[in-house]
């Protein structure tokens, strides 16, 4: 079984900026504001590695500036025909503060409670 691991986001977003690339727990993340919803997706394209964070927003979904493939925001299910995804992060606003949660796996769950 898995648990989460909420970490505050080391950076804070500026209030300008649609889409940052920021490290959590040894992860890279994509923090994108979409429709004025702060929301966190993995950062690498399936489809051929491109950083997600040098793409852009349409509508609920962030565009791959490689070859466009888009994946949805809330689900990180990509578009129709594309057979792909891409992991979605919880997100979490505390005391000013913005936390994304981090999936344990179970095996360390298992040896640290
Ligand atoms: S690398 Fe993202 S669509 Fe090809």
Request: hydrophobic share 35%; glycine share 10%.
């Amino acid at each position: 079984m898995e648990k989460l691991e909420w970490h505050v986001i080391p950076i804070l977003p500026t209030a300008d900026a649609e889409i940052k690339k920021i490290k959590v727990a040894g992860k890279t993340i994509c923090l994108v504001r979409s429709q004025g919803k702060w929301q966190a997706v993995g950062n690498r394209c399936p489809h051929a590695g491109a950083d997600l964070s040098q793409g852009w927003c349409e509508g609920n979904n962030i565009v791959c500036p490689f070859h466009r493939h888009k994946f949805d925001l809330q689900t990180g299910k990509g578009d129709v025909g594309q057979g792909n995804f891409i992991p979605t992060y919880p997100l979490k606003e505390e005391d000013g503060q913005l936390y994304v949660a981090i999936r344990k796996p179970w095996w360390k769950t298992l040896f640290s409670g």
